[in-house]
């Protein structure tokens, strides 16, 4: 044991005591410790997202409890535009969780996101890994549209990816896949252009997460499906080599 933490263990047996010595004094002889509201898992702070009031103990959220936080989010002005906040779908319990970057016209239109053209061809990667979307979670950095479908801007995203980073919390998933430049930047802030960062495994808050180009690039640069199916293998490898198989 270090020598530091030694003392400091020393120090609060002895502040424990004192306090204990207090009671005595004072006449209490029984301690009614509040009740811990139901079963409380040990939440590895870092992953969370909650604010734990220096506690160190939370219950991880439910996606129903996020999605009922943001409710009718007006936390930036992207809400005067949208027709729907576009949360996410899929499986809570997913092992992979593809991240893209806001919804588009479509995905405003019905509050799902990928379900336009970019989404048709996600669906189609999908099917090619053995996988169906209730198979896995789906979501975006920005929940709500971005006028025109031009680049989301700095405050948005801060406002935004809270709620992102709460949501994988939850899910936890084995794998993320940030699909395109604006996701792969955004979640591990790094600046470097997605053709230097696809392919290479990195991490988000613990959980592994492998960028890959964006299938709405794809549509425009078919040429690129061979890369994007080469970290897709990569992904069902890794997949493969957790429990199971499936996603
Ligand atoms: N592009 C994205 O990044 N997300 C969607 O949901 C749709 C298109
Ligand atoms: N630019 C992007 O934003 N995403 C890609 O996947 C490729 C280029």
């Known amino acids: 044991m270090p020598d530091t933490f030694k003392k400091e263990l020393l120090e609060t047996v002895a502040q424990v005591r004192g306090v204990l010595e207090d009671f005595l004094t004072l006449g209490i002889r029984e301690i009614d410790f509040p009740e811990l509201p139901g079963e409380l898992p040990v939440c ?86 053995g996988l169906t979307r209730p198979d896995v979670y789906i979501c975006n950095v920005l929940k709500c549209r971005p006028p025109g479908n031009r680049d989301p801007r700095p405050e948005e995203i801060e406002a935004c990816e809270p709620y992102l980073k709460r949501q994988l919390a939850a899910i936890r998933p084995e794998i993320i896949v940030a699909l395109g430049q604006f996701a792969a930047q955004t979640l591990l802030r790094d600046q470097s252009p997605i053709s230097r960062l696809r392919g290479e495994w990195r991490e988000y808050q613990g959980m592994p997460l492998l960028p890959t180009f964006h299938p709405a690039y794809l549509l425009r640069n078919p040429a690129s499906k061979k890369e994007v199916w080469e970290d897709m293998k990569l992904v069902m490898n890794r997949l493969r080599e957790g429990q199971g198989g499936g996603a």
């Open 44 to 129: 590895p702070p870092e992953t969370c997202g909650i604010d734990h009031g220096g506690q160190g103990l939370c219950r991880s959220e439910s996606l129903e409890e996020i999605r009922a936080e943001l409710e009718d989010c007006r936390r930036c002005p992207l809400c005067e535009g949208r027709k729907n906040i576009v949360f996410g779908v899929g499986n809570p319990n997913a092992r992979l969780v593809f991240v893209g970057e806001a919804p588009g016209r479509e995905e405003d239109e019905k509050g799902e996101p990928f379900v336009g053209e970019a989404g048709r061809l996600l669906d189609r990667i999908l099917f090619a890994m």
